[in-house]
Every structure is written in structure tokens, then in C-alpha cells.
């Protein structure tokens, strides 16, 4: 699903993000990404939907060597992959259905297509009443597990999830993984960026700890 | 869930005419920005409107809409012997493509029609008319020729037609006018498509981050501008049909004056430059201001 050999980033103004990265995540992971802020957790997530390049090795992500991609390819990977971002991004002028709809509204569905499937993933985080309501009245777990919904509308094989328990209280932080957990066991790779440590023992998977952009750990957490 | 997941509820089919999809052939909202810049728009394309209107009262009036230009030189009947010495050095001059004497019919024939078809006798009038020579100038015209005529006229004792001279003279000004109506176009048209730019910009800031969370969901460049585009070519072409209809009370409150100086103005001719003048103008407004989208590589 996911290789990568002596990945490395350098950002223009010298600071190195990443350096000699070699892992591979196979198909049906659930991966921790952790470490302290900077240590290059977001910079990994952002390279594995083509936000950026490598400076130098190799990632392969789904087939597709992001280092050499085209646009056209990159534009194709995003397609097949499901982004949770860090504070969920919703659109608050748009419905609830709008914003699930996006990312299959942009490979050009319609409205009459894009209904059901919105339903079914609504339906699945529990929130399918919630259809036609804004993201500012739903409460902060609500508005993450929209954030879920939208990111496995497009039933991609992979699921990037950068700190979407961040904001929320224990009990919706284990809701939401719950979810997320659930999504893992019907095959969909997650890779979740995270400092909630202490969800990793109701919550098992593999750990992945990044410090200062080199690779520290990468094993299996057992379930305490 | 399966019952209500297959069908489009009621509730789908009420939402639906306020749904608005980001992307693709779906128009963005339209707002207060958007009425601001059509109506000025809509006042800049009048004034372009305005101009090209005044530039065609003005070529009816001297007559610059005739394939040639045609001055008249009158000699006396008392002078018949200079007649030929007269044709001749107006043919001599640099610049006349042609130097014929009006025929005693043809002077009759513009006599019975300046008479109005009213029972007098035509042909009694025009033997006490002069002889008439009619000289042809080529085009692109010399600055000289109308000086070198005159300077023959006088020398044959000759009369020249002032009144046509002063026309060809009054179409070589519209000439240089028509230059700067063009230069005004084009200026205003830039003005404009910048004003259309600036406000598709704002619409865009304010929508900053739909079109990144789209582009980091792998839309296609064309789904995530073509809104843009589309509504500036809408708003330019809706500006242009606002100043075509603008234009018309200008053009009924001059109908005196206009038949006066025996022009007729038309504005349905404008109609359609107008409005696809707009709709270009608009276009390139949405090009310029979506071309600044920053480029997906350096989104993130």
C-alpha cells in the first residue's frame, strides 16, 4: 500500500522535515503516526496525498510514486484517498450534504447520484438525520464524524487522518475512533496522526513515532 | 435507511433548488458583488456604447459611409473655353482618380429632384446653372489634394463646392476620432474586465477554502475555475444587454436633433457587440483573476 525508502524533505529554508524514511504500511493497516509538534508528522501526511514532494528517496503511495507524479497522477491518488484534516474543515455555508457530497461531487457527480451514498455514509457515523443542518450546529464530535463521513464517501482504500480527536473529549475522541476502527476492519488502511497516546490502549495498531523528521519506532502496540 | 437511501425524499426535492454543488457548471451565488460590478460594468459599456453611436451619427452626416469621394468644381457658362483647361489641371493633381463634366441631363435630372417633383420647369432652371465638373479623389487621400484643388479653382476662376470640402474635411477628423474611440474601448474594456477580476477575486478569497479542499480531493483545474469563468462571462454579458437597454432613451431624446442633421440612428446594431463584447470582457476578468489561484503544488 505505502513504501517509502530513504524519504527525505528539506523545505527551501534549509529546515529538514524528514530524513531517510524507510517503512512499508501494508494494505489494512491502522497506523499511529506520533511525536512531539515538528517532528514531522504533518509533513508525512501532506507528502502521502501529494501536498508535497520528497526532496529526495522514494514514496509510493497506492501505486503511485508521489517523487515523479504527474499531476494528472496526483490528481488521481487524491481521488483514491480520504483525508480527515486537523480541525475537520468543514464548510460552514454548505449543508452537511454538500459538504459529505465533495469529494465524489468533484469527480462530477450529481445531486440525484449523490444522494443515497451520502445517506449510507451519514447513516454509518450515525448522524443521517442531519442531512439538510449546517456544520455549526452540530456539536464538535458531530462535526468530526461528518469530517469521517466526507472522507469515506469516495470508498478509498485509504484513509489519512491528521489529529482528528485533537479537539474532543475522551468519550467522543473513542466514538470517533470507534468509527474510524470500523472503517479498518472492512479493509480501508488508516493512518492517523495523533498525541492521544491513551487512546492506544482501548484502541490498538501499529505505531509509528517520528523525532525531529527521523523514523524512532515502528511496531506493533499491544493492546494493555 | 434502504427505503429512504433509493428515492429523492421531499425533503431532497425541497432542498434542491437551493442546493448549489461547488464546481464544475454550477454557478456560484449570486450577491451583492455581483450586482455592484454589473451595474459598473454595465455604465463603462454604455459610455463605449455612447461613443460608437456618436461615431455613427457622425459618418451618416458627412456621408463617409460612400465608397468614393466625390468633390464639385462650378464654372460659369459665360467661361465655357477655361472648362477644358480647368479639367485638365485638376487632372494633373497628384491624388484624383477621376475629372468628368456633369452632363446638361444629369444637372436636370438633380434639378427636378431637388425641386421635389413640384410643377415648375426644371430644365428652364438649370441652363441658368453652371457648368458643373465633378472630380473623384483617391483614397487614401494626400493632406495637399484639397489645397491643390482649391489653388486650381481659383486660377480658372472657378467655385468650389465649400460645403463638400468641408465634409471630406469632417470625415478625415472622424477618421482620427474613430482611432481614439478604439483606444477608448480597448481601455475601458481592460478597466472593466479588471473590475469584473477584482470581484471574482473577492468571491474567490471568500471561497479560498472550498477550492482547496477540492483540489486536495483531486479536482480537475477546469471543475474547480469553470464557475468562475462562467459567472464573469454571465456578468459581462448581462452588463452588455443592461447598457444596450440603457442606451435607448439616449437615443429617443435625440431624435430631433438627428433628424435635423438627417441621421438615423440605430441602436439594434449594437445589441449583439454589446453583449458579446461584455461577455468577453467578463471572461477574461474571471481568466485574470482565477489564473492567480495559487497552483496546487504550493497549496499545502
Known amino acids: 500500500m505505502i513504501h517509502m525508502s530513504n524519504l527525505m524533505m528539506r523545505y527551501k529554508t534549509g529546515k529538514v522535515a524528514l530524513s531517510g524514511i524507510n517503512m512499508d504500511i501494508p494494505q489494512g493497516s491502522f497506523v499511529y503516526l506520533i511525536g512531539e509538534s515538528g517532528a514531522g508528522k504533518s509533513t508525512l501526511m501532506k507528502m502521502m496525498y501529494g501536498g508535497i514532494r520528497p526532496t529526495s528517496g522514494q514514496l509510493?503511495?497506492?501505486?503511485?510514486?508521489?517523487?515523479?507524479?504527474?499531476?494528472?497522477?496526483?490528481?488521481?491518488?487524491?481521488?483514491?484517498?480520504?483525508?480527515?484534516?486537523?480541525g475537520n474543515r468543514l464548510l460552514n455555508s454548505r449543508t452537511i450534504f454538500e459538504n459529505v457530497a465533495l469529494p465524489l461531487r468533484v469527480q462530477g457527480w450529481d445531486a440525484e447520484r449523490l444522494l443515497p451514498r451520502v445517506k449510507k455514509v451519514l447513516s454509518f457515523v450515525g448522524l443521517e438525520d442531519r442531512l439538510w443542518s449546517y456544520p455549526e450546529t452540530l456539536s464538535g464530535g458531530e462535526q468530526q464524524r461528518v469530517a469521517i463521513a466526507r472522507a469515506m464517501l469516495s470508498n478509498p482504500s485509504l484513509i489519512l487522518a491528521d489529529e482528528p480527536t485533537g479537539n474532543l473529549d475522551d468519550d467522543?475522541?473513542?466514538?470517533?475512533?470507534?468509527?474510524?476502527?470500523?472503517?479498518?476492519?472492512?479493509?480501508?488502511?488508516?493512518?492517523?496522526?495523533?498525541?492521544?497516546?491513551?487512546?492506544?490502549?482501548?484502541?490498538?495498531?501499529?505505531?509509528?513515532?517520528?523525532?525531529?523528521?527521523?523514523?524512532?519506532?515502528?511496531?506493533?502496540?499491544?493492546?494493555? | 435507511m434502504k427505503k429512504s437511501s433509493r428515492a429523492p425524499s421531499k425533503k431532497f426535492t425541497e432542498h434542491k433548488s437551493s442546493m448549489r454543488l461547488p464546481g464544475g457548471w454550477q454557478l456560484p451565488p449570486f450577491g451583492v458583488h455581483q450586482v455592484l460590478a454589473?451595474?459598473?460594468?454595465?455604465?463603462?459599456?454604455?459610455?463605449?456604447?455612447?461613443?460608437?453611436?456618436?461615431?455613427?451619427?457622425?459618418?451618416?452626416?458627412?456621408?463617409?459611409?460612400?465608397?468614393?469621394?466625390?468633390?464639385?468644381?462650378?464654372?460659369?457658362?459665360?467661361?465655357?473655353?477655361?472648362?477644358?483647361?480647368?479639367?485638365?489641371?485638376?487632372?494633373?493633381?497628384?491624388?484624383?482618380?477621376?475629372?468628368?463634366?456633369?452632363s446638361d441631363g444629369e444637372t436636370q435630372a438633380w434639378m427636378e429632384k431637388w425641386l421635389g417633383g413640384e410643377d415648375l420647369d426644371a430644365a428652364s432652371f438649370s441652363k441658368h446653372l453652371p457648368a458643373s465638373v465633378e472630380v473623384t479623389l483617391q483614397e487614401p487621400r494626400g493632406v495637399t489634394v484639397l489645397d491643390e484643388i482649391r489653388d486650381v479653382a481659383a486660377a480658372q476662376s472657378a467655385e468650389i463646392n465649400e460645403d463638400e470640402l468641408q465634409l471630406v474635411e469632417?470625415?478625415?477628423?472622424?477618421?482620427?476620432?474613430?482611432?481614439?474611440?478604439?483606444?477608448?474601448?480597448?481601455?475601458?474594456?481592460?478597466?472593466?474586465?479588471?473590475?469584473?477580476?477584482?470581484?471574482?477575486?473577492?468571491?474567490?478569497?471568500?471561497?479560498?477554502?472550498?477550492v482547496h479542499l477540492m483540489r486536495l480531493m483531486g479536482a480537475k483545474e477546469w471543475f474547480v475555475r469553470l464557475p468562475f469563468v462562467l459567472e464573469g462571462l454571465l456578468l459581462g454579458a448581462g452588463a452588455g444587454f443592461a447598457a444596450w437597454i440603457l442606451m435607448w432613451p439616449l437615443i429617443w431624446f435625440t431624435a430631433d436633433w438627428q433628424s435635423n442633421l438627417s441621421?438615423?440612428?440605430?441602436?439594434?446594431?449594437?445589441?449583439?457587440?454589446?453583449?458579446?463584447?461584455?461577455?468577453v470582457v467578463g471572461a477574461l476578468g474571471a481568466l485574470i483573476a482565477t489564473a492567480n489561484i495559487v497552483a496546487p503544488e504550493t497549496d499545502s
Do not use: C
Open chain 2, 263 to 279: 441621421v438615423d440612428l440605430s441602436g439594434w446594431v449594437l445589441l449583439l457587440p454589446l453583449i458579446f463584447g461584455g461577455a
Open chain 2, 170 to 210: 469632417a470625415g478625415d477628423v472622424l477618421g482620427s476620432i474613430q482611432s481614439l474611440a478604439w483606444f477608448a474601448t480597448i481601455i475601458l474594456a481592460m478597466a472593466m474586465a479588471l473590475i469584473v477580476s477584482n470581484t471574482l477575486r473577492m468571491i474567490l478569497l471568500a471561497r479560498a477554502e472550498e
Open chain 1, 172 to 224: 467522543t475522541a473513542r466514538h470517533v475512533l470507534d468509527l474510524l476502527m470500523a472503517l479498518n476492519k472492512l479493509g480501508t488502511t488508516i493512518i492517523m496522526a495523533t498525541h492521544d497516546l491513551h487512546l492506544l490502549t482501548s484502541h490498538p495498531g501499529l505505531v509509528v513515532q517520528l523525532r525531529q523528521g527521523a523514523l524512532v519506532t515502528g511496531q506493533q502496540h499491544e493492546k494493555v
Open chain 1, 60 to 86: 509510493e503511495v497506492q501505486g503511485t510514486k508521489v517523487r515523479d507524479a504527474s499531476e494528472h497522477q496526483i490528481r488521481e491518488l487524491r481521488q483514491r484517498t480520504g483525508i480527515i484534516f486537523q
Open chain 2, 38 to 102: 454589473l451595474a459598473i460594468v454595465a455604465v463603462a459599456l454604455w459610455s463605449v456604447a455612447i461613443i460608437w453611436l456618436a461615431l455613427q451619427g457622425g459618418e451618416q452626416w458627412v456621408g463617409s459611409w460612400q465608397d468614393e469621394i466625390k468633390v464639385h468644381v462650378y464654372v460659369d457658362k459665360n467661361q465655357q473655353e477655361s472648362l477644358a483647361s480647368l479639367q485638365a489641371n485638376l487632372r494633373d493633381i497628384d491624388g484624383i482618380e477621376d475629372v468628368r463634366l456633369v
